[in-house]
Structures are given as C-alpha cells and as structure tokens.
C-alpha cells in the first residue's frame, strides 16, 4: 500500500463526550489498518476535547469549528480527507472490527465503485441488537426514493473525487435528512451498490438527535426535502416517473410518526391523505397499513 490511508474516516461531533470514545476506539481496532481518522467537533460545549486528547491517538486529526451542524461538519471533514475512498461515523455510533475489511475487499471485487453501502444493525447500550438491518433489493437508489432513507452515513463509501465533488446540503432546516438528500443527489450521477454485510452499529438511546426534533422543525424538514428533490434538473431527468412516490414517502414519514404519537390524529390523517393523493399505490405499502393500524389504535 502507499503511504496515503485507504480509508478516511470522518466522525462529527457535537456534545457526544461519552460516546466519542467508543466511536474512535472501534476505529482503532479493526483488522485493515490503512485509515486516516478525522473527528470534527462542531462547537461542543462539553468535555469532548478532553476525551479524545485521553486517548492519546497521534494519528488522529481533531478539528473543532463553530457549531453549523452535522452537514457543515462532514463537509469540513471531507476538505481533510486523504484517504482514495471517505466514510462518516456519528461519535454515538461505532464500527465492528472487520468494517473496513470487508469494505476493501468489496471495492476490489467491483472495480473501485463511486458508491456503495454497508448495513448497519440497531442496538441498545449494551450492544443487543434492538432491529435488524432493513434489507435492500437490488436497485439501490428505487428503494431510497420509493421507501425512504436505508442508507445511515455510518455505511456509506465514497470515492475521494466524489465525496469532494458532492458535498451535504447545509441548509440547517434540512438537518436530519440532509444525507438522504445527498445520497438521491449522487444517484442521479452514479449507480449506488450494496454490499449486505452487516459492519457496524447504530446505538439506539434517549438523547440521539433525531428523536429531539419538534414537530415543526420535521414538517418543515420533509418539505424542504420534497423542494431541493425538485429543484435538482438531473433527478428529475433520471426518476421523472418516481417522484410521486418520493414525495408521498416524505408525506407518509409525516403521518406515520403523527400517528404514533398519538396526540395529533388530525396532522396524521392530513399527511396521510396526502401520500396518498400524490401516489395511489402507496395504499399497497406496509407503511400504509402501519399508519391505518395505528390511527386506529388510537381512535
């Protein structure tokens, strides 16, 4: 191998002091060694620089920058990266030990691909898998576009020149989906391959960012989402046919957590009728079926 890593892991951060370690230490422990390690704290207010200079890592660069939220800070990341293919972790997260193995091996097998993913399973904090990894089909990008995000940053790999040539969407009111929106982007350029190992974990627990937003902030989130999706001419050239079902996915994530909820039965059935509206043949859906379980539960 040269003296460039193969691979660059970028780990964005943000008030994640006791995660971060595990995060970096499951970096460090894998059995292709070739990676260069970049965390980027973004702003944190806690003792996160502490904790990573604990670990005493020469080979790992530390940025910390003014808090502008995870897009900002994976693309901040990405300016750093070195290695011939770029990946991401959330410093809440952490990777199995032949993460990278596996992934190098893979992008042998494929003649160095522009993009691929690896699942990763749901666990609680003691590492028990709470959900399995949901499975994709063959056609990667139909099913993002169809079934909504399957692709957590955590597995995706991208080629350097692609990684530097599309960056996340750093409108902050995106925040949350701004990798879906990155990974549809992408599709409109590049074929996405799936590689179904599963390599790494995402652990599930009270203070993840994404079970903290409001109820506005995700309407608001979704329809952003709808907007940039049809605004990008090389989408809409590629999937023309598929967009009533991309935006009655966004309409559907919408009334399907507005049903659980359980408190706002009105906004469910709004965004239901909706998804609906927008494409007939969500009704054939199991999300569909979720949603009708669910208001009904609640009734």
């Known amino acids: 191998m040269s003296n460039s890593p193969f691979f660059s892991l970028i780990i964005p951060s943000y008030n994640r002091a006791g995660f971060i370690a595990k995060a970096i230490q499951s970096a460090t422990q894998q059995t292709f060694s070739s990676i260069q390690i970049i965390v980027i704290d973004d702003g944190s207010t806690d003792n996160t ?12 660069q530390y940025y910390k920058t003014e808090n502008a939220e995870r897009a900002a800070a994976r693309n901040f990341g990405v300016s750093k990266a070195t290695g011939q293919y770029i990946t991401f972790l959330d410093s809440d997260d952490y990777l199995l030990p032949n993460h990278f193995e596996v992934a190098y091996r893979f992008i042998q097998a494929q003649n160095n691909p522009a993009i691929f993913y690896q699942p990763n399973n749901f666990v609680d904090a003691n590492g028990k898998v709470t959900h399995p990894h949901k499975k994709i089909k063959d056609d990667v990008t ?11 940053c955590i597995g995706v790999f991208l080629r350097n020149e692609i990684a530097q040539t599309f960056k996340f969407n750093t409108d902050r009111a995106l925040s949350g989906t701004e990798d879906h929106e990155l990974w549809l ?7 996405i391959l799936y590689n179904r190992v599963v390599t790494s974990c995402m652990v599930q627990h009270d203070s993840r960012s994404v079970m903290a937003v409001n109820d506005a902030t995700l309407i608001k989130r979704l329809q952003l989402f709808v907007y940039y999706m049809k605004q990008n001419q090389q989408f809409i050239a590629r999937y ?4 009533p079902a991309m935006e009655a996915q966004a309409w559907s994530y919408l009334s399907l957590h507005f049903a659980l909820t359980g408190k706002h039965k009105k906004q469910a059935i709004h965004f239901f009728t909706k998804a609906v509206r927008t494409y007939p043949p969500f009704i054939f859906q199991k999300r569909c079926a979720a949603i009708i379980k669910q208001l009904l539960l609640n009734n």
């Open 49 to 60: 620089n502490d904790v990573v200079a604990s670990l005493n890592l020469p080979n790992l």
């Open 240 to 243: 023309k046919n598929l967009l």
């Open 185 to 191: 982007r992408i599709a409109a350029h590049h074929t």
């Open 142 to 152: 139909r099913a993002l576009i169809v079934e909504g995000n399957l692709m957590s």
